[in-house]
Nanobody
Framework: QVQLVESGGGLVQAGGSLRLSCAAS????????MGWYRQAPGKQRELVAG???????NYADSVKGRFTISTDNAKNMVYLQMNSLKPEDTAVYYC???????????????WGRGTQVTVSS
């Protein structure tokens, strides 16, 4: 089976930085895209940043210039460097992957269980 495991969340003061990591493991043929979503209490889950196998990146307007997504394809890992954090960045951050498990398998979506990021004022 495929498993996504996030790490790096925690409590940080406004203006500080955190680096989130997500490791994908299991039977993986290819990864089409990986990304980070977040969900604050009472709000919808939203895309924070994504990156495709072609190298294209996409960021939510609220994090542009502050967050950077990157991958280590050899290790099937994706990272989110978060700088200049604001209290409104507080949320559970989820790792997401769009991947194929074999040549004959269709692409499927997978989610990590999430890691809490709390930014104090």
């Amino acid at each position: 089976q495929v498993q996504l495991v996030e790490s790096g969340g925690g409590l940080v003061q406004a203006g500080g930085s955190l680096r989130l990591s997500c490791a994908a493991s299991g039977t993986i043929f290819s990864i089409n895209a990986m990304g980070w979503y977040r969900q604050a209490p009472g709000k919808q889950r939203e895309l924070v940043a994504g990156i495709t196998s072609r190298g294209s990146t996409n960021y939510a307007d609220s994090v542009k210039g502050r967050f950077t997504i990157s991958t280590d394809n050899a290790k099937n890992m994706v990272y989110l460097q978060m700088n200049s954090l604001k209290p409104e960045d507080t949320a559970v951050y989820y790792c997401h992957a769009d991947l194929r498990r074999s040549t004959w398998s269709p692409s499927q979506y997978y989610w990590g269980r999430g890691t809490q990021v709390t930014v104090s004022s």
